[in-house]
């Protein structure tokens, strides 16, 4: 979404999660059924690919980003003009920077979701929190063709 650009023209879902693993399955869970909401139909290759860039960052945001008592947040934002949906995850640990490794250890199962995030997502970065608070954003962007518009309200 642009500067210029009117927040009543793209869908956005906003919602905390408990930095645990079930709080990384419920916004996996929370995604798949917005998306579908938007006209992102399941089981579509642009749903597929949003919700494993979700499941990928929260899953993250948990692991790597996890400060007790805090929980961290998730931002999706579809635009129907571009057929882009935006993934934001906020955490409060801003010293833990995401860094792909490549290639991933050969030994065990983990360092692969950042390299997935790079493939599957169309841009992807980290900036500092937006609150100016501890912590950061992991963000990514993905084309999903079928964005519907959100309806007016008068």
């Given at each position: 979404?642009?500067?210029?650009?009117?927040?009543l023209?793209?869908?956005?879902?906003a919602?905390?999660?408990?930095s645990?693993?079930?709080?990384a399955?419920?916004?996996?869970?929370?995604?798949?059924?917005?998306?579908?909401?938007?006209?992102?139909?399941?089981?579509?290759?642009?749903?597929?690919?949003?919700?494993?860039?979700?499941?990928?960052?929260?899953?993250?945001?948990?692991?790597?980003?996890?400060?007790?008592?805090?929980?961290?947040?998730?931002?999706?934002?579809?635009?129907?003009?571009?057929?882009?949906?935006?993934?934001?995850?906020?955490?409060?640990?801003?010293?833990?920077?995401?860094?792909?490794?490549?290639?991933p250890?050969?030994?065990?199962?983990?360092?692969?979701?950042?390299?997935?995030?790079?493939a599957?997502?169309?841009?992807?970065g980290?900036?500092?929190?937006?609150?100016?608070?501890?912590?950061k954003?992991?963000?990514?962007?993905?084309?999903a063709?079928?964005l519907i518009?959100?309806?007016?309200?008068?």
């Amino acid at each position: 979404m642009t500067a210029t650009q009117s927040p009543l023209t793209v869908h956005r879902f906003a919602m905390r999660f408990s930095s645990t693993p079930r709080g990384a399955r419920l916004a996996r869970r929370m995604c798949r059924f917005r998306l579908d909401a938007w006209g992102v139909p399941y089981s579509s290759d642009a749903h597929d690919v949003v919700t494993l860039v979700v499941a990928e960052l929260c899953s993250n945001a948990v692991r790597h980003g996890h400060v007790a008592g805090r929980d961290f947040h998730l931002l999706l934002t579809g635009d129907a003009a571009t057929g882009t949906v935006r993934v934001e995850v906020t955490d409060t640990r801003g010293e833990r920077l995401p860094v792909p490794q490549s290639p991933p250890p050969a030994d065990g199962e983990e360092g692969r979701g950042l390299l997935l995030v790079a493939a599957l997502a169309d841009r992807w970065g980290c900036c500092p929190r937006p609150s100016g608070g501890p912590g950061k954003t992991v963000w990514a962007e993905c084309a999903a063709p079928g964005l519907i518009s959100p309806p007016l309200i008068p």
